[in-house]
């Protein structure tokens, strides 16, 4: 009996001491439920970091595979610190300079929301620090763009400026409440989970700054091997199992939209990956390994603007149409002859364009009838493409301009390409006096 009495006394205890730590200052209630979902979110984009740190390394020379790793990690270092002091603050604050970007004091340094409950239920933490996730893995993507050439010291001044000037406005004017592409047309320019802001941005600027660097030394006479597939098939891996929360997550609840973009995101990732390999079948005779994880890239790309408006069926046509257009794209630069190390724009560029405008045939009859309904009339696919085009046309030139002033202006103060030595010998003992493989000879 006292050991019924003494159990019936604990959960008492913890049930209490539940209910008080769901409620929160100021009569706000944490739904706990969205909460834990928002916690495990902002952990899979964060594990998306690592996955495309290893997806990148296992694609250059062995001699660059630490420095193009590292591309990855010191990018969760540098756009950490920064989205803590101003990130934040210039991407979701009130407009300021007409609307350029945002701003609120509470949000700088984080300093004014250490009891803020959001609307969602979620402590405003949790917010902040899933969105941040997001402004460290777009610089990283431009990396890809410029892997076994850039100046490392260089790089990191390229990612803070980029983040400040580029990232920040195009977040804002999306994202933000009072943001102007938010508030276009009807229900503002689609943009679920990072199309525009993301992956147009990063791969308009990864391919502006690959111009300007000029092609790897023998990029045009020799042939530039992968150095560990292997690596790069468990980067894939990662980044599409750290994509639920990149998409689901950008929900910001734990109910039926969640539902809704996670299940678009794996159609559209399998989707992507088969079409791919099924393309190299007719074209090369071979299905490859690199072929399957670039569909799944394409697939997931394109999806992430679309993943909250869109069926499963529209999924799948999103992850076909742009892996086709993805492998064109890719051709062409090879018949061109730009060196985007990676495909950064090939796939994520192009990827996210394809999605951000093709996704208004896609969209689900009920998010059409409220459109309608907040403009007080009819609301059709040709009005949401309207909108859906001008946001991408803003986002390449926007990110295209700005990129180019940035590396112009770094490069006259900071040689932003490596030397004819350093990129020789290697960025990992150039920069990093290390060798990813205890080899030798690493080429």
């Not at 559209?268 to 390994?289: H, M, N, P, R, V």
């Not at 006259?412 to 010998?425: G, H, N, Q, T, V």
Request: glycine residues 12%; proline residues 2%.
């Amino acid at each position: 009996m006292r050991k019924r009495l003494k159990r019936i006394l604990l959960m008492t205890t913890f049930l209490f001491a539940g209910i008080t730590a769901v409620n929160a200052s100021d009569g706000a209630v944490i739904d706990s439920g969205a909460t834990a979902w928002m916690l495990t979110s902002t952990a899979l984009v964060l594990l998306m970091i690592p996955g495309l740190a290893m997806f990148y390394g296992g694609l250059v020379r062995s001699k660059n595979v630490m420095g193009t790793i590292m591309h990855s990690f010191v990018a969760m270092g540098i756009i950490s610190v920064l989205w803590v002091i101003i990130g934040y603050s210039m991407c979701f604050g009130s407009n300021v300079l007409g609307g350029w970007f945002g701003w609120n004091n509470d949000y700088f340094f984080l300093k004014g929301i250490d009891t803020s409950i959001m609307d969602a239920g979620i402590p405003e933490y949790v917010f902040s620090m899933f969105q941040g996730k997001f402004a460290i893995i777009t610089p990283a993507l431009i990396a890809g763009a410029l892997a076994e050439r850039i100046n490392f010291k260089a790089y990191c001044w390229f990612i803070a400026l980029w983040s400040i000037f580029v990232y920040n406005p195009l977040c804002h004017w999306v994202w933000a409440s009072d943001g102007f592409l938010f508030n276009l047309g009807a229900n503002g320019a689609i943009d679920f989970a990072g199309g525009t802001v993301v992956h147009i941005s990063a791969g308009v600027s990864g391919l502006v700054a690959a111009l300007f660097l000029g092609s790897r030394r023998g990029y045009s006479y020799q042939v530039i091997r992968p150095n560990n597939l292997v690596i790069t098939m468990l980067g894939a891996g990662l980044l599409w199992v750290g994509w639920f929360g990149f998409n689901a997550g950008s929900s910001i609840s734990s109910g039926l939209s969640t539902a809704q973009a996670l299940t678009a995101t794996q159609v559209a990732a399998a989707a992507g990956a088969l079409t791919w390999i099924l393309i190299e079948s007719f074209c090369q005779g071979k299905a490859t390994s690199l072929g399957f994880a670039s569909g799944i890239l394409a697939g997931l790309v394109a999806v992430t603007p679309a993943a909250g408006v869109v069926q499963p069926y529209g999924a799948l046509v999103l992850g076909v149409l742009s892996s086709v257009i993805c492998y064109m794209a890719i051709q062409l630069k090879n018949k061109l002859g730009y060196d985007d190390s990676l495909d950064a724009f090939g796939i994520h560029g192009v990827g996210g364009i394809t999605g951000a405008v093709f996704l208004s045939f896609f969209i689900r009859k009920s998010w059409m009838e409220e459109a309608a309904a907040a403009s007080g009339g009819s609301w059709t696919i040709w009005n949401q493409l309207g909108i859906q085009l001008l946001a991408v046309v803003i986002a390449i030139l926007f990110s295209a301009i700005v990129t180019y002033i940035i590396v112009f202006l770094l490069n006259k103060l900071i040689k932003f390409r490596a030397s004819d030595s350093e990129e020789m010998a290697g960025l990992d003992r150039s920069y990093h006096g290390e060798r990813g493989y205890g080899m030798l000879n690493p080429s």
